[in-house]
């Protein structure tokens, strides 16, 4: 199965908002409420942000939120702050039982 | 508190093989599924597969499928991602993250082991 299809990079200032989109097919994205969001800062471990397209694990800011239209998943963080640069990765499961992750994104905060 | 520990850094050489591990504590090792991820040098995260230690029902990204084997030993709560004949392409950061009953999501993720293959 293919990747799904973020965008390389986002930038954005401090306080601004930026969105990262996910693009998929009906057979992963479209086809399940089943999305998730990573945030990875460098040398560490991916954390999980949004699950099942737009719920917040506890602890996660309320800055972080997420949606789903057709095939196309969405992050969107408010306020941007210096700690949120980053690389983020959307997943999803798919019609083959399995799950596949974006090529992940990495924000800059300028 | 719940917490996977991977062991460590791993230098093989192309041919030779090698098990790595991911210890689970602070829940119930076999009502999750375990998930293995590589990371490659500068590169994004791939879905390798899936384990759910209660019963051993095992998952594979047809990408990963015949490369590697995914195995758990529920009686002391680890899970492994093994290879029978390592290549540089192996190259990578490889984490372990526990994942709920549908696997929709990954919620906590081992710290990764580095694995390095070169002659």
């Known amino acids: 199965q293919s990747a799904l299809t973020q965008p390389a990079s986002v930038s954005g200032s401090p306080g601004q908002s930026i969105t990262i989109s996910c693009t998929g097919t009906s057979s992963d994205v479209g086809g399940y409420n089943y999305v998730s969001w990573y945030q990875q800062h460098p040398g560490k471990a991916p954390k999980l942000m949004i699950y099942?397209?737009?719920n917040r694990p506890s602890g996660v800011s309320n800055r972080f939120s997420g949606s789903k239209s057709g095939n196309t998943a969405s992050l969107t963080i408010s306020g941007l702050q210096a700690e949120d640069e980053a690389d983020y990765y959307c997943?999803?499961?798919?019609?083959?039982?399995?799950?596949?992750f974006g090529g992940g994104t990495k924000l800059t905060v300028l | 508190e719940v917490q996977l520990v991977q062991s460590g850094a791993e230098v093989k050489k192309p041919g030779e093989s090698l098990k790595i591990s991911c210890k689970g504590s602070g829940y119930s090792f076999t009502s999750y599924w375990i998930g293995w991820v590589r990371q490659m040098p500068g590169k994004g995260l791939e879905w390798m597969g899936i384990?759910?230690?209660?019963?051993?029902?095992?998952r594979y990204s047809p990408s990963f499928e015949g490369q590697v084997t995914i195995s758990a030993d529920k009686s002391i709560s680890t899970a492994y991602l093994q290879w029978s004949s390592l290549k540089a392409s192996d190259t990578a950061m490889y984490y372990c993250?526990?994942?709920?009953?549908?696997?929709?999501?990954?919620?906590?993720w081992g710290q990764g082991t580095l694995v390095t293959v070169s002659s």
């Open positions: 099942d397209v737009s």
């Open positions: 993250a526990r994942h709920p009953v549908r696997w929709n999501y990954a919620d906590y």
């Open positions: 997943s999803s499961y798919t019609s083959s039982s399995t799950m596949v």
């Open positions: 384990i759910y230690p209660g019963d051993s029902d095992t």
